[in-house]
């Protein structure tokens, strides 16, 4: 049996099997006999089609991964509309599968999985570190060009999976047009926006449980005193008012965390994870690590490598132990295969308010503007094989066979390649920040170090727990 005939059973077996227990999960009966069945699925799935890296450890992150995803959708009790978006629009379709075999046949390799897209700059908040440097500005994409990005992700490559992050989106605005107009116009893709949670009021809650085809992941930095630090006095109560909200309206939320030096051990503290998971209900978390980029830059603030190792550590003790999704954009490259920026199989690209392409968010550097791309008749696959795009997937394609994945960051943990790449491709700087620190010997310093640091704790884990396997084997 060949490899695709293999995706499209596993799909079909899970995607039923899903279906049936969302729909009767709630029966405490029905729910203990489907749920060992879905998780004896998921192990077969992760073992017939292990992707690129089929290690004993790799495949064991996916699994546990996999199932604390499907325990953490029960837990919460997502709305069948919102189960029916992801299960049979945004993951696992039939037109994914055919526009995967056109794009194959063209490519040679399958198409991204989603895009990225911050519409509008503007921001109400001042948060020190802001990656995307996000302000008063009124800078925003056209609605024409939004729309069409996503009319085309679906068309082109069959990917109707699409983050929207800011600025702050709830502030979008294009004439008469509002973030919530795409969410009307869109209603077979799923949207995961990133927001500070604070403009989400009833009105909008109760919509987005109507469309359910959105799940808001809404930003703190951990409990009372280190969210409102960064975010402003009273801001955490604003939070918990939002959340209470969502959850009245059944709207599946989750919560996005920049780890930092300063929050990195309260983050994964039995204290947070009671706080937002058991009492606040959200269905699962998304751990960005501080990226010295956009505004106030302080690679100081960057969590140690030993905090990134005990990061590591206990991320997977919730996901394993609680069964809740918490997912570590950087510590758990062995789930996505690593990196998964500049168009790779899977992956996705990022495009900002001015419509300057990205090979990812944490990547401040532009291989294209794609309003210049549709001005001379192209389209999103015109991305694929920019310059910038190839160099970044010809090291991710290598690198899964050779590489480290605990160190799956171009950008991060392989800055002076990455930097290499930029300078030689002749990518454009994100803001004015961003030129700076390209040519900063200090900046260079710092994180090039880091990297060498990393490397020599990672490289140690990732040949006994991933190569050798010695966590049992799923």
Known sequence: MNIETRVKINNFVVKELLDLI?????????????TPIVERSIRLAVKNVP???????????????????????????????????????????????????????????????????????RCNLRCRG????????????????FSRTIKEMRDLWGARFVVISGGEPML??????????????????????YTNGSLINERVAKEFSTLGNITPAISVEGMRETTERRRGKGFFEKIARTLEILKRYRVTFGISITATRENAE?????????????????????????????RDI????????????????????????????????????????????????????????????YPCVFFPYAGANLKEIYEKGGNLNDLINLPLHKRIREWQFKYWHEGDLLRPCPIRDHYLMAKRFVIE?????????????????????????????????TEKIWERVYRNGTRKAV
Request: net charge negative; hydrophobic share 40%; proline share 6%.
């Open 266 to 294: 309260e983050i994964v503290s039995d204290e947070f994870i009671d706080f937002y998971f058991n009492k606040m209900g959200a269905a699962y978390a998304w751990v960005f690590h501080y990226m010295p980029i956009g």
């Open 51 to 121: 992707g690129p890296v089929g290690l004993p450890g790799v495949i064991n992150d996916k699994y546990y991964m996999l199932r604390a995803m499907v325990h953490s959708g029960i837990r919460f009790g997502s709305t069948s509309k919102f189960v029916n978006t992801i299960v049979n629009k945004a993951i696992l379709s039939d037109l994914r599968a055919n526009k995967e075999k056109e794009f194959r046949a063209r490519f040679g390799f399958d198409p991204p999985g989603f895009m990225t897209i911050s519409p509008a700059k």
């Open 425 to 457: 491709t002749g990518a454009k700087p994100a803001d004015e920040a961003a030129k700076e620190i390209l040519f900063d010997p200090d900046y260079e310093k710092k994180m090039a170090e880091y990297d060498i640091d990393l490397a020599q704790k």
């Open 298 to 357: 302080a690679p100081d603030l960057i969590p140690t490598p030993e905090q990134r190792v005990y990061l590591w550590e206990k991320s997977w003790e919730i996901i394993r132990e609680r069964k809740i999704m918490f997912a570590d954009f950087w510590n758990h490259g062995p789930v996505s295969d690593g990196c998964i920026s500049a168009g790779r199989p899977g992956g996705y690209f990022y495009i900002d308010w001015q419509a300057n392409v």
């Open 22 to 34: 969302f729909t009767f999960g709630k029966n405490p009966v029905g729910r203990s006999i489907l």
């Open 172 to 193: 979008y605005r294009w004439g008469d047009k509002t973030i919530l107009d795409i969410f009307r116009e869109n209603q077979d893709s799923l949207f995961l926006m």
């Open 130 to 145: 802001c990656y995307a440097n996000s302000a008063s500005e009124k800078d925003q994409l056209p609605y024409d060009i």
